[in-house]
């Protein structure tokens, strides 16, 4: 089983990735969605939470070995980031949504210098867009971001499109495609609700589940 389809099935496992045609959930965005990941999850099962650390090292080394700095994006991908810091023995800073409202004002938290190289870790990527602001918080202060580690991404044609024309490498643990295949060998998805899944991830601000609703009336 390749990593993508292990840590697909460890997030089901944990509840962390968690998939419902029937109950769609709604984001922020007000998109509908049959697909949750909530990787804040993975703090609590150790067994997990030491896979992802090892992987996102291992990403990092691979794909980035002149890192000098990584940096985590507040607040989800703060714990990931400092796990795989850790280990990797690399000094480690986050980047907030916006600047402290108290105090120094800060936005970066912790020590980075100009023309540092910086890897970016984050947990989840839907648009890319969060994330794709935190690289330009990092760039106005003179950081050099060489690219971003995650832990699942949905995929989207629009985050492919964003991280290519911000010039920002992606790498993450797990995807969309991993999870669609693992759902249906553990059947959880059925085969027939896999266009109905399919569609989503092309179109998920205009998708509607067509999976029949339970009648919950009084007879």
Sequence with gaps: ??????????????????INLQKPYVW?????????CDNRKVLSYP????????????????HFPDAEVIAGVATAGIAHGVMAAD?????????????????????IEGVLEK????????????TGKSSLQVVD??????????????????????ATEAFEKAMVP????????????VAEELKIVQAEHKEMLGQWRIDPGNWKTTFPQ????LK
């Design 1 to 18: 089983m390749s990593t993508q389809k292990h840590f697909a099935e460890k997030l089901l496992q944990i509840k962390a990735l968690q």
């Design 28 to 36: 922020a965005s007000g998109w509908n969605s049959p697909v949750y």
């Design 47 to 62: 067994y997990v939470r030491d896979f992802v650390k090892s992987e996102l090292a291992n990403m990092v080394l691979e």
């Design 87 to 107: 280990l990797l023995k690399l000094p480690f800073i986050y980047v907030r949504s916006k600047p402290k409202e108290h105090g120094m004002g800060n936005q």
């Design 115 to 126: 023309g540092q190289k910086v890897v970016v870790i984050e947990d989840l990527i839907s």
């Design 137 to 158: 918080v990092l760039r106005e202060q003179g950081a050099e971001v060489i690219g971003m580690c995650g832990l699942f991404t949905y995929g989207f044609t629009a």
């Design 170 to 181: 992606l790498h993450t643990i797990s995807n969309y495609a991993a999870l669609m295949e």
């Design 214 to 217: 339970e009648d919950h009336s």
